[in-house]
C-alpha cells in the first residue's frame, strides 16, 4: 500500500495542534537517555534519590495486591484511606484543619500541574513564573495553549532573589497565574513568608490564581516544613498547590501525587480527573495513603540525606578553582552550579560526562536565566555521591 | 480572615476556563455513589466485571516492587518490557509487524483519549463521532475546548445502525477527527471491515484523523477480536487507536492503558507524556507487561463470561413484557436496552434501583439518541447475574 500524502510522517506532524507541532522536545529524561552508552556514568540529573522506596509502604501496596484492590475507585479524587490521610497529613503539618474537599489525588505530581493548567489556562492566556524554573512547569502552561511567561530571579552574590515587582509588572490583563516553586527547582530558594503573603494579596487584587509548587515542602533545612501558602490563605482564595509523595518518601516511580484547591471546585476537579485519567490505581494509592500515615521516618532520613549530600558537595567542591558554588540552598535536592569560564551549560555538562563521567543537567532546560549554570541532584546514598564529586574535582582540575 | 471578594465559592468557579465551568458535572461515577446508602444493590452500571485481577498479573507486581521497581522510568513512553510485549502482542493479534515506535503507554485508556484529544484539539476545532457513545469521549473533547460532535446513529429494529454519509456530513473544514468505538460502548456494535475502510479513506482524503476506541476488541463473539483500523491503515495514516487492560485483562483499577499513533510521533508522544504525567508507575508495567505476555488465557475467560452474561440476558428477559430487548450485542459487555413506555432513562434506572436494588447506566449520559435506554453491564460472575436480572423481571412484572 502506497499513498503519496504521506511524506515521511510530514503529514502526521502537521495535523497537530501548532502547540504540539513546537513542543519542546530536549528534555533532561532525553539526555539521559542518550548517555546510556557511556559506561559508569553516576548520574545526578534526575530529581531522584537512589533510595528504594521504604519496605513499610511496597508493603501496603502488596497487602492491596492481596486484597483484590484491583477495580476503579468510584470516587474520582481519590480512595478514602488516601483522602484522609492527605486530610490529616495538611492539618497536622500546617497547624489548621483541612477537609476532606480541599485535595485531589493525581496520578503524579506533573499530572496536579497539568490538571491545574487543564482547569484554567488556555490560548489567549499566560501564565507568569520566575525562572530557572522545572521546565515541565513552562511546558505544561505551553501544552495547555497559553504563554508560559517567565520572569528572571537575580543571582546576586551567590543567592537567588525574587524580584516581586518584576513578577508583578509581567501580568496583565491576560494573566491566569502565577506559579513558583518553594523550595525551588533547581535553586534551592525558598519563597519568606512575607513574599508569599505579597503573592497572595496580589492574586486577590488582581484575580489571580497563585499555584504553589510545594513538593520539595519537607526537604528544607531550617525547620520541618518550608513555608507554605496554605495557612496563610483562606481556602476559597485562588489557590492552588501541586505536591507529591515523590520526593519526600522517595515514591518517585509511584506517581502520586496531589492537587490542594478551593473546597467548592471539589467536585469540579472529581469530574475533571474523571476525563483526564479516571483516577489513580489503588494499591497505589494504599502506598501513598501508607507512606503519608507513618512516613515521618522516611522524611526525617531523606532530608538528612539531603543535607548530607549538600554537606558534601560543599566539602569537597567549595574553593575548586574551576567550580563556582553558589550559597548553601535552603531546600530541596540540588546544587545549582557554574563552572568558571564555561558559558554554555551544554559545553559544561558535555565536559562533566565525557571527563567525569558524572550526568548533570543543563541550565538552559530551566530557562535563559539558567543558562551557564548545571543542577546536581545530591540525593545519593553519601559514598556514591563523594565519588562523583571526587571525580568531578579531579577531572576539572 | 474575612475578604469581601469570596462569595462562597463562586470566584474560584468563576476564574476556570469557560470549557470547565460548565463541565458536565453528571456521570456514572457520581450516580454510583449517590446509590450507595441503598443497601443490597447489584452494581450493574460500571463498565466493570467483578472479577479481580489474576493472580500471574498480581505476582508481576508484586515481584516487581520486591525488586525495587520504584523509580522513573526513563523513557516516558513506558518501560521497554511493556513496548516489547505491547509490540509482540499488537504483531500477533494483526498479523502485521508493531515495531517499539507505535504504542505510548499512559495512565489509563481515559488518559489515552485525553492524550489524544491534547495533541490534536482545542478551540474553534471540532471532532465528530456517532453516538450513542461512552460519554468519556465528548467530555475529554470538551476540555480539550473543541467542540464534541455527536452524530445519532439509527436504531432500526433492534440494530444500531452507523450512517457513515451522515457522518461524513457532519464534517467540515474545523474537523480534526472521527472517533468511534468498536465494539461500541454502549450498543456493543461492531465496525465492519468495509466502514472501517470507508473511515479511513474519508479521513485520507480530507486530513482528519480516524481514533478508533478498540478497548473492547478482545470482548468480540465472532472471532477472537473485532475487526480493526490498524491493519488496514498504513503506519503513517493519521490514525490512531486507544486501548486499555482493563477490560479484556480485568485490569480496570489498575489505570494502564496505550495509544498507538504513527511512529514518525513517538518521540513528540513522548515528550507530551513527560508534561502530562512524567509516565505510568513502573510497578503497573511490570503487571502488564505480564497480562499481555500470558494473558490469552484471561481474555478467553473474560470473553467466555460476556457471552455467559449476554446469554443470561436473553434467557430471563427476552419476552418479558416490560423490557424491550435490543438484538444481541456483537460485543463488549453492556445491554442496552429500554423498558417500554418509559421514555426518560433516569426514571427507568431510578424504578429499577428502588423495586430491584438493581444499579444500571441511564442512556442520556451516553448522547441524546440513548435518552429512552438503560446500560446493563453483564460482566458477572452468572450466579450474582442471574439473581440481578431476575430481580429486575419480577419487579417490572
Redo the contacts between chains.
Keep these: ?1 502506497t ?1 503519496g ?2 511524506q ?6 502537521q ?3 501548532p ?2 507541532q513546537d ?3 530536549e ?1 533532561i ?1 532525553d539526555l ?2 542518550r548517555a546510556r552508552e557511556l559506561g559508569g556514568v553516576i548520574p545526578l540529573w ?1 530529581g ?1 534519590g537512589d533510595m ?2 521504604p519496605a513499610y509502604i ?1 508493603d501496603a ?2 497487602a492491596a ?2 486484597e ?9 479524587r481519590g480512595h478514602r484511606p488516601l483522602i484522609e490521610a492527605l486530610s490529616d497529613y495538611q492539618s497536622r503539618l500546617h497547624g489548621v484543619p483541612f477537609g476532606l474537599d480541599r485535595s485531589t489525588v493525581t ?2 505530581g ?2 496536579a500541574v ?1 490538571l491545574a493548567m ?6 489567549g492566556r499566560n501564565v507568569v513564573f520566575p525562572e530557572p524554573q522545572w521546565p ?1 512547569i513552562a ?2 502552561i ?2 495547555s ?1 497559553a504563554e508560559p511567561r517567565g520572569v528572571p530571579m537575580d543571582y546576586r552574590d551567590g543567592r537567588w532573589v525574587l524580584d516581586l515587582d518584576r513578577l508583578f509588572d509581567a501580568c496583565d490583563a491576560r494573566t ?1 497565574a502565577i506559579v513558583y516553586s518553594s523550595p525551588s527547582n533547581p535553586q534551592g530558594w525558598v519563597a519568606r513568608e512575607d513574599e508569599i503573603r505579597a503573592l497572595l494579596e496580589f492574586g ?1 487584587r488582581r ?1 489571580i ?1 497563585i499555584i504553589a509548587d510545594e513538593v520539595y515542602a519537607r526537604m528544607y533545612f531550617a525547620g520541618p516544613a518550608a513555608p507554605s501558602i496554605l495557612p496563610l490563605a ?1 481556602p ?3 489557590v492552588m498547590t501541586v505536591n507529591t509523595l515523590s520526593k519526600g518518601w ?6 502520586v501525587g496531589w492537587l490542594t ?5 471539589s ?2 476537579f ?3 480527573v ?11 494509592q494504599a502506598g501513598a495513603a501508607a507512606a503519608l500515615r507513618d512516613g515521618e521516618g522516611t522524611v526525617a532520613e531523606i532530608r538528612a540525606r539531603a543535607e548530607a549530600g549538600i554537606a558534601a558537595t560543599y566539602d569537597i567542591l567549595d574553593g575548586h578553582p574551576a567550580v563556582e558554588l553558589p550559597a548553601r540552598p535552603e531546600g530541596g535536592m540540588y546544587v545549582f552550579f557554574r563552572l568558571r569560564g564555561v558559558e554554555d551549560a551544554r559545553d559544561a555538562c558535555r565536559l562533566v560526562l565525557e571527563r567525569a563521567r558524572v550526568g548533570l543537567a543543563p541550565g538552559h532546560l530551566f530557562g535563559p536565566t539558567g543558562r551557564s549554570f548545571l543542577r546536581m541532584c545530591i540525593l545519593r546514598e553519601t559514598t556514591g555521591l563523594r565519588e562523583a564529586l571526587s571525580r568531578m574535582a579531579d577531572a576539572l582540575r
Tied chains: 1, 2.
Design positions: 500500500m499513498h500524502h504521506n515521511g510522517g510530514d503529514a502526521a506532524l495535523a497537530l495542534r502547540q504540539i513542543l519542546r522536545m528534555n529524561a539521559a537517555m534526575y531522584e528504594v522506596t511496597r501496596a502488596k495486591l492481596d483484590g484492590v484491583t477495580f476503579y475507585i468510584p470516587d474520582m496520578p503524579g506533573m499530572q497539568h487543564t482547569a484554567i489556562a488556555d490560548a515541565n511546558n505544561a505551553h501544552v495553549g491566569r486577590r484575580g490564581w483562606e476559597e482564595d485562588l522517595a515514591m518517585t516511580g509511584w506517581r484547591h478551593p473546597p467548592s471546585l467536585a469540579r472529581g469530574a475533571l474523571q476525563y483526564m485519567t479516571s483516577g489513580t490505581a489503588g494499591v497505589l
